[in-house]
């Protein structure tokens, strides 16, 4: 007889959802309950990874949530619609099934029979699976490899993803209004204007990217120096011959652009990299973000001016302290009651992160349409204007309300360790601290000095935004 089961996991994913119906996830969803159903085990909890490969190794957060609820022992059972949506790594089905041996969880089912991962047969049918599913991706790697490098020989586009600038969606017929624009792009950045310059230009002609959005001078220089312009093709960032298509600039003004573009002495912003906090600051005036500005011997943050930043010139703040302040409280963070409740309890709704996602989606598609209506007539620039400020408006506000919600399982590796860290902290890379601060820690907003000058740390001038 099956025994009763009352706290029971669902687990569906789907590699590839091409349509974005989750269709795939859907059904294996229905055929999962229907099990659950057939043996009247109660089911406390759905998680969907989808439109995620478990070959790839890339991080999986529903089914990271659903080992950390096993392990906590808060699931009695896993229901799956097949052994590979669970794993296609035998590294990871090793894993899986200490975490259910420590946890004393044996029932992982699927509708097509039973798995006992402590017994040692059904280990060994486990990891036979897990081989044969690891081979299949990996010559369907291999399959879809063969035929990218297969297309791009043959000098045709790929297709999928945004269309290029300065060509129509068949990536191959020049664009009438876009195409002209790359052109006179080319004559005035080989005549020696700036990109800055560039860019204030097409922010005042009302040009925007394929995708709707204002340029910036690392766009405009990525266009500029894609050999697709001048009629190469492009694989896996090699030019491995000529294209299909007709150029839109000369092989020559290409390589050109490419030599005076791609010069690392024309770099300027060679200080970034030691700015732990760049990206995670915003202008306590204006609300924009604020970057690395260096004085003399002094590392800064300020709310710089210019069409890359648009911010107001009007806050700046020294590097150093503020950076040794912040990593201070984020290690405080990891160590409070707190933060170990929120992380332990069930607090995240996959329903409410899924009605966010989807709200996103909607709004990028509201601003490619806005830009649409712009290109064709229908509404005009102050209009267009107007309308995408509100849209972003509520986009960010959703994209902040999304992050909150999905990015709990990031910090969890870290909790309790703030001492541990603290010790150890100054000989990390600035990789390794970034990825600490972030998270826990979404944003710190700067707010005007007091004393105008003043070097040392007004901690009153802080206002950090948790995450968690």
């Known amino acids: 007889m099956t025994k009763t089961r009352s706290a029971v996991a669902i687990y569906a994913?789907?590699?590839?959802?091409?349509?974005?119906?989750e269709l795939g996830v859907k059904r294996q969803l229905q055929d999962c309950r229907a099990e659950a159903e057939r043996r009247g085990w109660t089911v406390a909890q759905e998680y969907v990874d989808d439109d995620i490969s478990a070959y790839s190794g890339k991080k999986r957060p529903e089914y990271e949530r659903m080992l950390r609820d096993i392990a906590e022992g808060r699931r009695d059972g896993v229901?799956?619609?097949?052994?590979?949506?669970?794993?296609?790594?035998?590294?990871?089905?090793?894993?899986?099934a200490e975490i259910c041996g420590h946890a004393e969880l044996r029932d992982v089912v699927t509708p097509s029979g039973d798995v006992d991962l402590v017994?040692?047969?059904g280990l060994l049918m486990a990891r036979l699976l897990a081989a044969v599913a690891a081979n299949e991706s990996n010559a369907k790697?291999?399959?879809i490899s063969r035929k990218s490098l297969e297309i791009a020989q043959?000098?045709?586009?790929?297709?999928g993803g945004p269309r290029p600038f300065g060509f129509l969606d068949d990536r191959v017929t020049h664009h009438p209004a876009e195409a002209p624009v790359i052109r006179q792009l080319t004559r005035r950045a080989l005549a020696g204007e700036t990109l800055i310059s560039l860019v204030t230009w097409l922010q005042d002609k009302g040009v925007t990217t394929t995708q709707g959005k204002e340029w910036r001078t690392n766009t405009v220089r990525t266009v500029l120096t894609n050999p697709r312009m001048w009629g190469m093709r492009v694989h896996q960032g090699q030019v491995i011959g000529k294209a299909v298509w007709e150029p839109i600039i000369t092989e020559d003004e290409g390589e050109r652009l490419r030599r005076k573009l791609l010069d690392p002495a024309r770099r300027t912003n060679r200080s970034a990299r030691r700015y732990p906090l760049s990206g995670m600051l915003e202008c306590g005036k204006c609300g924009n973000r604020m970057h690395s500005h260096p004085r003399g011997q002094y590392r800064r943050y300020g709310c710089l001016k210019g069409p890359d930043s648009r911010g107001c010139g009007g806050i700046f703040i020294y590097a150093e302290r503020l950076e040794e302040f912040i990593a201070e409280a984020v290690l405080y963070r990891l160590d409070?009651?707190?933060?170990?409740?929120?992380?332990?309890?069930?607090?995240?709704?996959?329903?409410?992160?899924?009605?966010?996602?989807?709200?996103?989606?909607?709004?990028?598609?509201?601003l490619n349409e806005l830009a649409e209506m712009w290109a064709?007539?229908?509404i005009t620039r102050a209009q267009m204007k107007t309308m995408q400020s509100r849209v972003e408006a509520r986009l960010e506000t959703n994209r902040r309300a999304f992050s909150r919600l999905t990015h709990p399982a990031d910090a969890a590796e870290y909790i309790g360790q703030g001492q541990e860290l603290r010790a150890k902290w100054h000989t990390l890379n600035l990789s390794q601290q970034v990825a600490i601060i972030k998270a826990v820690l979404h944003k710190v907003t700067i707010l005007p000095a007091t004393t105008p000058g003043r070097h040392g740390l007004d901690p009153n001038r802080v206002v950090p935004e948790w995450r968690l």
């Open 13 to 21: 994913r789907i590699s590839q959802d091409r349509t974005g119906e």
């Open 79 to 96: 229901i799956v619609w097949h052994m590979d949506r669970l794993h296609r790594r035998p590294i990871e089905l090793e894993r899986f």
């Open 119 to 121: 017994n040692g047969d």
């Open 141 to 143: 790697s291999r399959r």
């Open 154 to 159: 043959s000098g045709r586009p790929t297709m």
């Open 336 to 366: 409070s009651p707190e933060l170990h409740r929120t992380l332990t309890e069930d607090t995240t709704a996959p329903e409410e992160a899924r009605a966010l996602e989807e709200a996103i989606e909607a709004d990028a598609a509201k």
């Open 376 to 378: 064709d007539g229908e």
